[in-house]
């Protein structure tokens, strides 16, 4: 009915072939895996090859954006329990009127300020060599990237219009990272950055809330380059 021919057994793969395809496969898929999925899902780069392709910087940001959710997500979870005891602790009224007091007439409740952005203060004695400023909406992150050699220092005044953001000051180069300082839902910051080694040293900004802000990034001192990585 068909007239396709049957392979013959000199035609088939033999084991020692088989065997060889699948050494090769495995050593393969690990080499992916040190030099492309390490680096780019989660920042681990054993080989170096992964930083020169820019894939380690990537899952370093994943990393972060991780992190930084889980504790929002933890930060919120604790706070919705406080919140209930105080709604149980208000007494019921008395069904008979005559059995209580009345109640004095409620005042009026003062409210917290909202927000206000910060301004950029301008330090006494800098001269700004850099000034950028962005616009993040909700969810959106960026970072701001400053070359720089092992002890050199750069002044850096930020702030935020229209809300605050969490942010990362970090450092990354020479197969080594680091974290200087992080903050939650802030409006604001400056100071002195130093570089603890030759490499790239800047600010990682988050927008947790729920309308854009723009941030605003002045800088100065010793650096080679600025780059802005969107």
Same mark, same amino acid.
Do not use: C, F, Q
């Given at each position: 009915m068909y007239n396709s021919e049957t392979p013959v057994r000199a035609e088939l793969p033999s084991s020692r072939q088989l065997l060889r395809s699948t050494v090769i496969a495995a050593i393969t898929a690990v080499v992916l895996l040190t030099t492309v999925v390490l680096p780019a899902d !989660?920042? /681990? @780069?054993? +080989? &170096?090859?992964?930083?020169?392709? &820019?894939?380690?910087?990537?899952g370093e940001i994943k990393t972060r954006l991780a992190a930084e959710a =889980?504790? @929002?997500?933890?930060? +919120? *979870?604790?706070?919705?329990?406080? +919140?209930?005891?105080?709604?149980?602790?208000?007494?019921?009224a008395s069904a008979n009127p005559q059995s209580s007091p009345a109640a004095p007439a409620p005042g009026p409740v003062a409210q917290a300020p909202a927000p206000t952005a910060a301004p950029v203060t301008t330090q006494a004695g800098v001269t700004w060599r850099d000034e950028m400023s962005f616009t993040l909406a909700p969810g959106v992150g960026t970072e701001v990237k400053l070359k720089m050699k092992e002890g050199e220092k750069a002044l850096y005044a930020?702030?935020?219009? &229209? &809300?605050?953001?969490? !942010? @990362? +000051?970090?450092? @990354?180069? *020479?197969?080594? *990272? /680091? *974290? !200087?300082? =992080?903050g939650r839902a802030v409006p604001a910051d400056q100071g002195e950055l130093v570089a603890a080694f030759t490499g790239n040293h800047g600010w990682f900004w988050r927008n947790r809330g729920q309308a854009d802000v723009k941030v605003t990034l002045r800088t100065g001192g010793t650096y080679s380059d600025i780059q802005h990585v969107k």
């Open positions: !989660y920042g /681990i @780069d054993p +080989t &170096g090859v992964g930083r020169v392709l &820019g894939l380690t910087e990537m =889980k504790a @929002d997500a933890a930060a +919120t *979870s604790a706070a919705a329990p406080a +919140t209930a005891p105080a709604a149980a602790a208000v007494p019921m930020w702030a935020v219009e &229209g &809300g605050v953001v969490n !942010y @990362d +000051t970090h450092g @990354d180069g *020479s197969g080594r *990272s /680091i *974290s !200087y300082v =992080k």
